[in-house]
Nanobody, 114 residues
Framework: QVHVVESGGGSVQPGGSLKLSCAAS????????MTWYRQAPGKEREFVAV????????NYPDSVKGRFTVFRDNAKNTVHLQMNSLRPEDTAVYYC???????WGQGTQVTVSS
């Protein structure tokens, strides 16, 4: 059964850091691109980061570029999102997405507030 579970969310002050994790199971993780999205209250879900499988290339929107880093550990079937210099506008539920299976995780809440 294909499954992903996010963890690592929490509350942090502006300028702080968090690392999210997405543990995957039920598919050939190392062969699949992994994506992070987020959804703030009252807003549409938006793309945050993607890491490809062949060369570990990554892509980010301008809103997080230079602050967020996505990386994967194929030995542990896990993808991480390191978030630095967090801002209040980063507050959202963060989701792991497996496009090859159209699979979403349950999400993890990130709150950035003083």
């Amino acid at each position: 059964q294909v499954h992903v579970v996010e963890s690592g969310g929490g509350s942090v002050q502006p300028g702080g850091s968090l690392k999210l994790s997405c543990a995957a199971s039920g598919f050939s993780f190392s062969k699949i691109a992994m994506t992070w999205y987020r959804q703030a209250p009252g807003k549409e879900r938006e793309f945050v980061a993607v890491i490809n499988s062949r060369d570990n290339s990554t892509n980010y929107p301008d809103s997080v570029k230079g602050r967020f880093t996505v990386f994967r550990d194929n030995a542990k079937n896990t993808v991480h999102l390191q978030m630095n210099s967090l801002r209040p506008e980063d507050t959202a539920v963060y989701y792991c997405y497996v496009g090859a299976y159209m699979l979403w995780g349950q999400g993890t809440q990130v709150t950035v507030s003083s």
